[in-house]
């Protein structure tokens, strides 16, 4: 839930089987009190301080080059096209999705009970 590098979970309440956590996206939710949690610091905390220097050592680590759908041809990406340097449409996958403030969650998803609070917008 807050596996990431510098993120982290707090513990604000236990009452009964579940504990309740206060996640980095601001959500409340619920969960077992029987689960395990590590508990410290990340190594290396300025490992995002570490600069690339150049393509050839992304592409050592199997990051291939990535256009921006902007740059291409409506055929290619639904933000593509325009006449001259145009901005482009809404952000959107490749598949046409939106990229940003798209509700992915499944409304009926069985785990909502254990959300107390959502995150704030």
């Known amino acids: ?5 510098g ?7 236990r009452e ?3 504990a309740i956590l206060r996640l980095p996206s601001g959500e409340t939710r619920m969960v ?7 508990v ?7 490992h995002n ?6 393509a ?3 592409r050592w680590f199997g990051r291939r080059p990535h256009n921006r759908g ?6 290619d990406h639904p933000m593509g096209g325009g006449e001259g340097r145009a901005s482009g449409g809404h952000p959107r996958s490749r598949k046409g999705i939106p990229a940003k403030g798209y509700k992915t969650r499944n409304p009926k998803a069985t785990s909502n009970k254990f959300i107390i609070e959502r995150r704030k917008k």
């Open 1 to 5: 839930m807050a596996r990431s590098a």
């Open 7 to 13: 993120t982290y979970a707090q513990l604000t309440a």
């Open 16 to 18: 009964g089987k579940h």
């Open 32 to 38: 077992l009190t029987a689960c395990r949690a590590t």
């Open 40 to 46: 410290g610091v990340v190594s290396n905390a300025d």
């Open 49 to 54: 301080l570490e600069s690339d220097g150049k």
């Open 56 to 58: 050839g050592r992304q």
């Open 70 to 75: 902007v740059v291409m041809n409506p055929v």
